[in-house]
């Protein structure tokens, strides 16, 4: 749309917001931060709403393999290897998986070998069902999969119906469709410069992994290695903040329950503070004696140095605010948080 100049006089000292005429779905905004601008991203240094692709974000590199991604209509979108999976959903990553079904976007009924004793998971995306015999048991269908413990070598899958990809995946979660096999995401934003004294905000994702049978990252600032490092991740069934020096670890803090489906969690670290907050879960006890490392990078659905631990999710904001940090700006990154979570 064309630019709209409004003029207005101020009176009194009540706080004085107007309506974001560019993109109306973010509400009212305060007059003096400037049009576009979104509540929960007021001062931050970096912000984006990756379903609506604005903010002031910078263009992330990423490795990964060819893939799909799901959009608001439903259609899953093909991207290629290294491109940025992002829909109006949002930003994807995902984990390293291997789909055994032989033509997965051209299903037809076939037998495949796995190995006996295993666990599988068969997907349908799509109209149609797969009936499962032989290794395994059962019937597939868009958004029902099948999870079973192999009782043999040999699986056959009986197709009816016009599936878009049939998944046959080990494990207990299968991730969007497949095509042969896929490396996790990784995408690395360069922070130099910015994490000298620390950084606090908030991410807020579709977390789609059902199941953590490892250690899936979350969030992770780091200095391109595994040695130096501020990170929200999955640990023991609980969502958990650490920081890495010189690969030595200055301890942890316990967030909350590891949450799937969306979620908004604020977080905050520095030297002698870190932790985070999950929206709608009391607040954690900080770590108030952690060393702060060098780091200039920041990465979120995986660490940022490996696909080796990257998590099914769908990024739809983040914000940063960078510098000293302690339980004072954790608060504030909540609070916007709380914001973005509402809107």
């Not at 903010?55 to 290629?80: C, D, E, H, I, K």
């Not at 998971?121 to 958004?143: P, Q, R």
């Not at 709608?280 to 659905?301: H, Y």
Request: hydrophobic share 40%.
């Amino acid at each position: 749309p064309s630019p709209v100049t409004v003029g207005v006089t101020l009176t009194g000292r009540d706080p004085v917001t107007v309506w974001n005429l560019v993109n109306p779905g973010y509400g009212p905004v305060a007059l003096n931060e400037g049009v576009g601008v979104p509540p929960w991203a007021l001062q931050s240094a970096v912000w984006a709403d990756f379903t609506r692709n604005s903010g002031p974000m910078p263009t992330p590199t990423v490795t990964a393999s060819a893939r799909y991604a799901l959009n608001s209509s439903g259609v899953w979108a093909p991207f290629g290897a290294n491109v940025l999976a992002r829909t109006d959903l949002g930003i994807q990553t995902q984990p390293s998986k291997t789909n055994l079904f032989l033509t997965p976007l051209a299903a037809a009924t076939q037998t495949i070998t796995i190995s006996n004793a295993t666990q599988y998971t068969v997907a349908v995306f799509g109209s149609g069902s797969v009936v499962l015999s032989g290794a395994g048991t059962g019937t597939a269908t868009d958004g029902s999969p099948v999870t079973f413990t192999s009782g043999s070598t040999s699986l056959t899958c009986t197709v009816s119906g016009s599936p878009f990809c049939v998944n046959v995946t080990a494990g207990a979660f299968t991730g969007p469709p497949i095509v042969g096999a896929v490396t996790g995401d990784v995408l690395v934003f360069d922070l130099s410069g910015r994490l000298t004294l620390g950084v606090s905000g908030f991410i807020q994702a579709d977390i789609k992994q059902a199941t953590f049978t490892s250690t899936p990252w979350i969030l992770d600032f780091n200095d391109g290695s595994g040695n130096n490092r501020f990170s929200l991740f999955h640990l023991s069934g609980n969502l958990t903040a650490q920081i890495n020096t010189g690969s030595v670890s200055q301890g942890t803090v316990t967030i909350g329950a590891m949450p799937t489906g969306l979620t908004t969690i604020a977080f905050a670290g520095g030297t002698n503070f870190f932790s985070g907050r999950i929206v709608g879960v009391s607040n954690p006890t900080p770590d108030t004696v952690a060393t702060w490392p060098t780091i200039s990078k920041g990465s979120f659905g995986g660490s940022g140095v490996t696909a080796a631990t990257n998590t099914y999710m769908v990024t739809k904001k983040w914000a940063l605010w960078f510098g000293a940090q302690d339980a004072t700006t954790l608060a504030a990154a909540y609070d916007k948080a709380v914001l973005a979570a509402a809107s």
